[in-house]
């Protein structure tokens, strides 16, 4: 990506399209250990504490049944990344 005179950049179509970014939409760029810059959307800086439970809802929704447990419990799945649990006597 190159930097103009102006010190403008493009922001890549894909990356414009995944972030909502649009014509007079409002974009940050934050510094990130020292090199790394991050783009981000002035809206979601300032959502409300609401605004951002109920996008987590909707992307909960979205992504709910996706994950494969091969058939196993929460329990059993939870073991199985895990590895048993020696702190734990199940008398």
Known sequence: MRVTE???????????????????????????EGSVVELVRNDEVSETVDERRERLAR??????????????TTDEYMEWIRGPRDDFDPR
């Open 6 to 32: 102006k010190g403008q950049v493009t922001i890549p179509k894909p990356i414009r399209d995944k972030l909502g970014i649009g014509p007079g939409s409002e974009v940050d760029f934050v510094e990130r």
């Open 59 to 72: 992307y909960l929704e979205s992504v709910r049944g996706t994950l494969d447990l091969g058939g196993r």
